[in-house]
């Protein structure tokens, strides 16, 4: 899944002579085994990441200490930075304000990216930390920027970084960190589900759970709900926290690569699953729920998902289930359901 270098890690290793020069705190879009490659050039990188399923993997490698959450905690013997541009420059503004107070003045500040994901905002992103940001290299479709730390970061603060809404209908507040599906506004996507999602029962699973819209929609309609949460995004989990804790709200809420950390049956599934990853398309996770979900499913029990109308879903749930329901559209999604018969 993370084995070949993406064109990003192939530009940054043309310059691992300059990345190699000290022990490097790495973070952001991480998708290959970039550190790995640090590790043979220098000192073994320290890396921080809000992907579940990355962690998993790099922890298997066993090359480089590893960090999950939703801020480092502990960077070892890290003095400089490398982030790798999220998609979201929202995410990018975060990370630094996360990773930054860890590091002294003076620390060497690099990031990198696809040209097309936001990294030419780069030397803005780092002026309240730098005097003066240099591009490094540019290939590959991608560059990196290099900049001197030149003054102490302010320390870290979650709560400055929460931002969220109210669903006026369910009398819901949602709470949000950036990066998170749907952090300013609830989809359509999930307004659909929402309004057609019918009364469950038992142990549910709310599969990717994001902000926790829907999670927290099902348990303010039915407190009784035995309901887990699960994605795998730190900040994800920790926005789903805090709207139900907001909400006066309580469920088991954990990482997860995709149904893999799950034990047990449930009674139903929801889902609004991921279709971007980074700056690709992503069906990988969706199509794993669909073709595994039915043996996490108790007899009688349910998967209900909404997804863009275009997907080929019907037929991998069809597949798995021998038939698939369509109760509701909007022109863009669809809400599908399937019984475990």
Not at 32 to 57: E, K, S
Not at 209 to 223: D, E, N, S, T, Y
């Amino acid at each position: 899944m993370f084995e070949a270098l993406t064109p990003v890690s192939e530009m940054l290793a043309r310059n691992l002579d300059v990345l190699s020069e000290q022990p490097l705190l790495v973070c952001g879009l991480l998708e290959d085994n970039l550190p790995g490659m640090l590790a043979q050039a220098g000192p073994a990188p320290h890396i921080f990441t809000t992907d579940f399923r990355y962690y998993q993997w790099q922890k298997n490698q066993g090359q480089c200490a590893i960090e999950f959450g939703v801020c480092p905690e502990k960077i070892e013997d890290a003095t400089g930075l490398l982030l790798l541009m999220p998609k979201a420059k929202a995410e990018a503004e975060y990370l630094l304000a996360a990773c930054l107070p860890l590091l002294s003045p003076g620390a060497q500040l690099f990031m990198a990216g696809d040209n097309k994901g936001g990294v030419k905002s780069a030397p803005k992103l780092l002026a309240p930390y730098c005097e003066q940001v240099n591009k490094l290299d540019s290939a590959r479709r991608a560059s990196l920027y290099q900049a001197e730390l030149m003054r102490p970061a302010p320390i870290f603060k979650l709560d400055e970084w929460l931002s969220g809404y109210q669903l006026e209908q369910e009398q819901l507040k949602i709470c949000t960190l950036p990066g998170v599906f749907s952090a300013g506004h609830l989809d359509s996507g999930s307004r659909l589900l929402l309004e057609n999602i019918t009364q469950l029962q038992g142990r549910v699973l709310d599969f990717g759970c994001g902000a926790g819209v829907i999670g927290a929609h099902l348990l303010k309609r039915q407190p009784e709900l035995e309901l887990e949460c699960i994605d795998i995004s730190a900040l994800a989990l920790e926005a789903t926290r805090l709207t139900l804790a907001a909400n006066g709200l309580s469920a088991n809420i954990y990482a997860s690569d995709g149904l893999n950390q799950l034990s047990g049956t449930f009674n139903h599934i929801v889902a609004n699953p991921p279709f971007h990853a980074g700056l690709k398309t992503f069906f990988h996770t969706t199509e794993s729920l669909l073709s595994s979900a039915k043996h996490y499913l108790v007899s009688g029990g349910s998967l209900t998902l909404v997804a863009n109308a275009f997907l080929p879903y019907p037929e991998l749930i069809e597949k798995s289930f021998g038939h698939c329901e369509t109760i509701a559209a909007n022109g863009k999604f669809k809400i599908y359901r399937a019984v475990n018969r």
